[in-house]
């Protein structure tokens, strides 16, 4: 089986947020990055799939910046065959990165499956997934929390609204967004750490996709902090006095009743 | 002649077959892969080898069957020499050792008779231990009562053997035999021919050295076995009481197995520990984890591990080590491996010094590094020590905000400093600990010493990390703290974590960073006694003291710790049952911080119990993780309202203000 994992470099969960000096973004300076959590899920994902298929090979992929070759270290510790860095300047948006895998991916031996994290921690669009399904015509199955694998057709389990699930059935080749619960991802052993840190990355630019600046379909400015978190009230008295001063304060200070 | 050539024989299939199965097991200690440490210091080793195996110093230290065993230890030494001459005038009997002189050989004779009284008392006492007392860590075992079966044989056919060549022979020297003469006389009342008598002595005297042969035969396989390996151990132990963790080389291509994953993946020294184990469970008995259910017995490891060598060696002397199978096998499961908090509490009772810890360290070190098979609990603590250079999910940038308002320079801000106060991530991070941490700086500046911190350049010195057996992370974080502080020229260290304390002195050397590093216990103890300090406010009519792991039996600090409690004025310090080396474990060491405990009672509880039994209203640690775990204790045993568990940097402060 032919199994692509595409992934995402983000700053570490743990980072205080500060912005850029003119509120064009997130100051990223010093801020340690990781490989976004979700995607960790799709990487152990195709690992175990590839492990229970022999003659699989798994690929990762990553589009972004010079620095986005971090993950693909990672997801190759972690076990993966192959990876390749789509180089793609910071600050492109998701149909930029859409159309840069799917293209690549259209070049590639063909996919039975492509993973994806169901979002990534940075920007938490949660749109590349279905945006390179769509541009390669095949299904998308989204928020995926459990897959059983039969031959062509596979079974997923997706969370929807009210904390419950759903089933669906969909045909190979197909794009899967993982969410947390689909597996324990693994941690990498020292071998293969070692191993990944000579493994050759294959690298290719994404204006040789065909990917151009008017694929920016989205420009975000003007980054804000929310605003700091008032110091809560405490409402003294008995009982019935506390109530009627809540009651007071719900309808005259946060205005919901 | 015909006992000569029977001699010859019987002895040469006896010492034949126990020389040939002792070969097998050197062979199969050279067999052994693992890296083995250096051993100097010859001089020094002569010495305390000689204490510990002569003057029995480390077997002593349990007192009743001390004695009892180097009675019968000395013994058999003196005894050796009367069956020396036993074989020699066997194979020729004008090799009797009379050469020595009438007076010399009177006393040899003499001797005989004195030790072999004095061994048989040593059994006896040993057999009503083991048949009668029986101590709960001894456990029964087959193979020691055989030994004391033996022994005690060879003691009575000696006295047998005596009193009939006294009888039957009339020898020059009957007198010196001073307590077979006596045996004798009883036998006379039987009222045999001078030939019987003599037809007796021959027949005791080679009853004797069938059962010497017999014990030679069995000796390879049994936890005798230690009279030879034992000495041998305990030249070659571990000369300093703190030690550090093996380091490995990453950088050496050859390496690609880390840690332990076959028994053959251990050194030669920890087979020589394997072979020197007497099964008498002194470890055992003061092991945190057995002594609250969990699966771990440092003494069974130890013997389950023998038997794990023992079960593949023919394949490891066949050379098909590809064949050998796994370290963790039935009895060492992972949950054994995982239970050990790193106390060291077995290794310090070990009368041969055979150190456990190693081993455990080994095979998780594979499981880790090779495997990735470690409690799940523990992931996100590796990659918050990866990224954040802390095991608490927290920011790296966060790490000095504890010391905000508190105008404490860094060593950024280039100040002249004695001493750098390392933090660590327990007082950096977690409320409680920060708290103690704020009062340790109280002290410090009220007994005007000049300091500094790294603040966000210090990381996680990594202990964690390596003793739950990742060695490249622990490594990676340990390479970064050396280059910072040695950019800063660093010299003099005072931390209030004895892990920071352990890892920094003695383990950072390995990585370039040698520094004289202090546990703050020390360093308010010396200030104490400069006159920099001076306690004058009451704290607490009583406290109790907890000893950490990593301090006392890791370091050999008790008694600064000590020193500072009793520096508050009107205090008593109350020992618990279980203090210093044999102080029981808070259950935070080894990373087990950083797990869950799923299996037995808990370990802090416990812990808990026996300092709540002290009576004592404060709970003095020195340890955050130990504050922690007692903390946990006190409120699992609803005891918040009258028990109070102190940093003694917190007493210190509260004392001086
Ligand atoms: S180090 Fe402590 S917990 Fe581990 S085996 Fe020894 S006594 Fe038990
Ligand atoms: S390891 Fe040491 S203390 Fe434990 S049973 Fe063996 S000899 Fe005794």
Not at chain 2, 325 to 346: E, G, K, P, Q, Y
Request: some cysteine; glycine content about 6%.
């Amino acid at each position: 089986m032919n199994l692509y994992v595409c992934i995402k470099r983000v700053p570490d969960t743990e980072m205080k947020v500060k912005l850029k000096a003119d509120n064009s973004g997130v100051d990223l300076a010093g801020v340690k990055t990781i490989l976004s959590p979700y995607d960790e899920f799709a990487v152990e994902e195709a690992l175990r799939v590839k492990e229970k298929n022999a003659g699989s090979t798994v690929t990762a992929i990553t589009a972004g910046p010079a620095e986005a070759i971090e993950v693909l270290r990672t997801a190759l510790a972690m076990g993966c065959d192959n990876a390749i860095h789509i180089e793609l300047a910071d600050g492109s948006d998701s149909n930029m990165a859409a159309k840069a895998i799917a293209e690549c991916l259209k070049k590639e031996a063909p996919a039975d499956l492509i993973y994806f994290g169901k979002e990534a921690i940075d920007d938490g669009a949660a749109m590349v997934p279905q945006m390179v399904a769509a541009r390669m015509g095949i299904p998308s199955v989204t928020i995926v929390t459990g897959i059983e694998y039969s031959g062509a057709t596979i079974k997923c389990k997706r969370e929807i609204e009210g904390g419950s699930s759903e089933t669906v059935e969909v045909t190979l080749p197909t794009v899967i967004a993982a969410s947390k619960g689909l597996n324990e991802p693994r941690y990498a052993t020292l071998p293969n750490i070692m191993k990944a840190k000579k493994k050759e990355v294959k690298a290719i630019k994404a204006s040789d996709l065909g990917v151009a600046a008017s694929d920016q379909k989205v420009k975000l400015s003007n980054f804000q902090m929310p605003p700091p978190k008032a110091a809560g009230k405490k409402i003294e008295g008995d009982a019935a006095a506390q109530a009627k001063a809540l009651v007071q304060l719900l309808h005259t200070e946060a205005k919901v009743v | 002649m015909l006992q000569t050539v029977a001699f010859v024989i019987v002895a040469g299939i006896a010492f034949g077959y126990s020389g040939f199965r002792f070969a097998k097991l050197f062979q199969l200690l050279k067999s052994m892969k693992g890296r083995t440490p250096k051993f100097g210091r010859v001089a020094e080793r002569i010495v305390t080898a000689t204490v510990d195996i002569l003057g029995q110093r480390a077997v002593l230290r349990d007192p009743w069957i001390g004695v009892a065993h180097t009675m019968i230890f000395w013994g058999f030494l003196i005894i050796t020499l009367g069956t020396l001459e036993q074989f020699a005038m066997t194979l020729n009997e004008g090799w009797t050792f009379e050469f020595i002189g009438q007076t010399a050989y009177s006393a040899l004779i003499w001797s005989q008779d004195f030790f072999t009284a004095f061994v048989l008392y040593g059994i006896l006492y040993a057999a009503y231990r083991r048949l009668v007392k029986r101590p709960k860590n001894l456990g029964q075992s087959q193979d020691a009562n055989n030994i004391l079966m033996f022994t005690g044989s060879l003691m009575v056919s000696i006295f047998l053997m005596n009193s009939f060549h006294v009888l039957g022979s009339d020898p020059w020297f009957k007198d010196s035999y001073f307590i077979s003469k006596h045996l004798a006389s009883v036998f006379g009342g039987l009222g045999f021919s001078t030939e019987t008598n003599h037809g007796l002595y021959i027949f005791f005297k080679w009853l004797h050295m069938s059962l010497v042969l017999g014990f030679a035969m069995y000796i390879p396989g049994s936890k005798h076995l230690h009279i030879l390996a034992a000495g041998p151990n305990t030249a070659l132990k571990h000369l300093d009481v703190a030690k550090g963790m093996r380091t490995l080389n990453f950088a050496d291509e050859t390496l690609t197995q880390y840690g332990a994953a076959k028994i053959t993946d251990l050194s030669w020294k920890d087979a020589l520990d394997l072979y020197s184990c007497t099964e008498c469970g002194r470890c055992e008995a003061l092991c945190p984890a057995w002594n609250t259910e969990k699966p771990l017995s440092p003494k069974s490891i130890i013997i389950d591990m023998k038997k794990n060598l023992y079960a593949n060696k023919d394949l490891i002397l066949a050379g098909k080590a590809d064949e050998v199978t796994s370290l963790i096998d039935a009895r060492v499961t992972d949950d054994v491996i995982w239970a050990c908090t790193s106390c060291r509490a077995c290794e310090v009772a070990c009368p041969v010094f055979i150190e456990h810890t190693d081993k455990i360290f080994d095979a998780r070190r594979n499981l880790v590094m090779m495997e990735s098979r470690f409690p799940v609990e523990v992931q996100p603590v590796f990659k918050n020590m990866e990224t954040n250079g802390t095991p608490w999910a927290f920011s790296a940038s966060e790490r000095a905000n504890w010391a905000e308002g508190l105008g404490i320079p860094t060593m950024a801000e280039n100040p002249t400093i004695e001493v750098l106060l390392w933090v660590g991530c327990a007082g950096s991070y977690d409320e409680r600990n920060k708290n103690v941490l704020k009062s340790f700086v109280n002290v410090l500046k009220r007994a005007e010493v000049k300091f500094a911190i790294l603040g966000t350049e210090e990381q996680c010195t990594g202990d964690a990390a390596r003793r739950i057996g990742n060695e490249y992370l622990f490594q990676s974080l340990a390479q970064t703290n050396v280059e910072t502080l040695n950019r800063y020229a660093v010299k003099d260290i005072v931390t209030a974590c004895p892990h920071c304390f352990n890892t920094l002195k003695n383990e950072y050397k390995d990585f370039g960073g040698t520094y004289n590093v202090m546990h703050h216990s020390e360093f308010m103890a010396k200030l104490v006694a400069t006159g920099k300090l001076k306690p004058t406010q009451e704290v607490a009519k009583k406290i109790t003291f907890h000893d950490s792991c990593y301090l006392g039996r890791w370091n050999n600090v008790y008694e600064e710790p000590r020193s500072v409690i009793s520096a508050i004025p009107n205090v008593e310090l109350v020992e618990m049952k279980q203090n210093r080396k044999d102080g029981m474990c808070c259950g935070a060491g080894g990373g087990r911080m950083w797990m869950e405990e799923t299996i037995g009672r808990r370990v802090n509880v416990v812990r808990t119990e026996q300092a709540l039994e002290t009576g004592a209203p404060v709970i003095a640690s020195s340890c955050p993780f130990c504050m922690t775990m007692l903390s946990d204790g006190v409120k699992t045993k609803d005891k918040v309202d009258s028990v109070r568990v102190l940093d003694i940097a917190e007493l210190m402060d509260a004392s001086t203000s």
